[in-house]
């Protein structure tokens, strides 16, 4: 038996009961990785928590991962990922300077859209990693994020290009880099997404 506990089993004894010997919690991410909260967990190769700066000013935050992340266990990493680390690089940013993760951990499969059931298990992950991060702007990629934060009927075509407040944080919805893949030869799309990101960089001084 250690000091420690020899201590809290003295105290115990004297009906001091205010010290514990609970462990404390794991990581969001291990948590995350361990987790088997809904049938995603079934049909996964590994859950994707998310990466980047712990103290970052910038999150973004898409839908689900993809296969590529699936299999690797990292956020944005297919053609999408490529992407979004041109815009990163465009804004004067790395990846290791900002925050990226999903609303759901586990990819959907086929790479459908997440239920509503799959987001109410997973949110309560997001919202702590919000809450450690403390962010000044989320940026969110496509519909299901943006309706997570922002309570829309409307899509992420009218959402975009304003800040909606979330707590004490600003969110700016725009479009998913995989929507800019797929419509690639659509130069109006990136230019759109590009404004948004000029708004961005204006609240975080980065112009």
């Not at 004297?14 to 809904?38: F, Q």
């Not at 000013?57 to 490529?82: H, I, S």
């Not at 300077?97 to 499969?109: E, G, H, Q």
């Not at 450690?132 to 702007?137: A, F, G």
């Amino acid at each position: 038996m250690s000091d420690l506990e020899e201590t809290v089993k003295f105290l115990s004894e004297l009906g001091i009961d205010s010290l514990s010997m609970d462990k404390p919690a794991l990581p969001v991410e291990e948590r995350i990785l361990r987790c088997r909260l809904c049938p995603l967990a079934a049909s996964r190769n590994k859950a994707v928590p998310g990466e980047g700066r712990k103290d970052a000013d910038l999150m973004f935050v898409g839908e689900a991962p993809g296969r590529d992340e699936d299999m690797q266990g990292k956020p944005f990493v297919g053609r999408a990922g490529q992407l979004l680390t041109k815009i990163l690089e465009a804004m004067n940013f790395g990846r290791q300077d900002v925050y990226i993760t999903n609303v759901v951990k586990c990819r959907p499969p086929n790479n459908r859209e997440p239920k509503a059931e799959e987001i109410d298990k997973c949110k309560a992950y997001l919202l702590e990693q919000i809450g450690q991060i403390r962010p000044k702007v989320i940026v969110t990629l496509g519909n299901v994020p943006a309706h997570f934060f922002i309570p829309s009927r409307k899509g992420v075509t009218a959402l975009r290009g304003d800040f909606y407040p979330f707590n004490d944080i600003l969110v700016m919805p725009t479009f998913h880099p995989s929507y800019l893949v797929r419509n690639e030869a659509n130069r109006h799309l990136r230019k759109l997404v590009w404004d948004d990101m000029k708004k961005v960089m204006a609240f975080l001084g980065k112009q």
